[in-house]
């Protein structure tokens, strides 16, 4: 009777691990394939720049010499960094006839282990309310600019101790409550952050939670690719990506100079 006893008892232990274990990597690549994501998305590929403020259309009429076809764009939220007040509904119409493709970015409230010094925080008795709430205003800004329904818009997460495991439950409610709402409004729900951290987070956890359509990842090797980096297996959320392989430097097209963050894009991209 003991035996069994304990037969039972280690069984009933087994089915309940097996019910709390993450799931294993080639599920977490099935989990991370987005479907096909909201109608009206479009993807485009080659190389991408964003920097802080927008620039002006003269700036990016010089800057088609230059070898990028998208600019990332700062549409909101309250940590963005620059005012952006050059940002308007006519200036994304300017510039877009001009040939330009654009990667929508929204930073707003960042994690409560931030490494870098922000302003709001995510605040862990909300983070699920907070990620919808951000999520209504970046559409809504967006959609003031003139971007429609299957445009991606990117969350920014900068760099956070994803060693704290409270902060990163925190970070990972907010984001999945964020791309719900973002799918919900007819947009493709991206995220941006360090490979090292919140992407390295996001392919801990995949298919146990809601997931970004589309990922853009930090990692400042010089290299200009969407694959092959190690801690985002290729398998997860193929052909959405975009890299940002560079930051803080200066470069020079049609006689005008403006310092960016290089990127190479392979992803969901705005749309007019």
């Not at 479907?35 to 998305?41: A, D, E, I, L, V």
């Not at 929204?106 to 302003?119: I, N």
Request: charged fraction near 25%; hydrophobic fraction near 40%.
């Amino acid at each position: 009777m003991r035996r069994t006893h304990r037969a039972v008892v280690a069984a009933l232990l087994a089915a309940a691990l097996t019910a709390f274990a993450v799931p294993s990597a080639e599920a977490r690549g099935d989990a991370a394939r987005s479907p096909k994501g909201p109608q009206g998305m479009r993807t485009v590929s080659g190389a991408a720049f964003d920097t802080c403020e927008a620039p002006s259309p003269a700036t990016m009429k010089a800057w088609r010499a230059s070898p990028y076809k998208a600019v990332g764009i700062y549409v909101g939220g309250s940590n963005r960094g620059c005012a952006n007040k050059g940002l308007t509904r006519e200036w994304v119409k300017q510039v877009r006839a001009q040939g330009w493709e654009f990667l929508p970015l929204y930073v707003g409230a960042q994690a409560s282990c931030t490494t870098t010094k922000k302003s709001t925080r995510i605040d862990p008795a909300r983070s699920w309310d907070m990620g919808k709430a951000e999520a209504d205003d970046a559409v809504d800004r967006a959609a003031a600019l003139g971007f429609k329904k299957g445009s991606a818009v990117y969350f920014d997460m900068e760099h956070y101790d994803n060693r704290n495991a409270d902060c990163r439950r925190d970070v990972l409610n907010f984001v999945s409550a964020w791309s719900d709402r973002v799918r919900a409004r007819g947009y493709v729900a991206g995220y941006y952050s360090s490979l090292s951290s919140g992407i390295a987070d996001l392919v801990k956890f995949a298919g146990t939670r809601a997931m970004p359509d589309a990922v853009w990842y930090a990692r400042w090797d010089d290299k200009a690719v969407t694959s092959g980096d190690g801690a985002l297996p290729d398998g997860l959320w193929p052909g959405r990506r975009v890299k940002q392989h560079a930051g803080n430097v200066k470069e020079t097209y049609g006689g005008v100079t403006v310092n960016i963050d290089r990127n190479a894009l392979a992803g969901p991209v705005g749309v007019l």
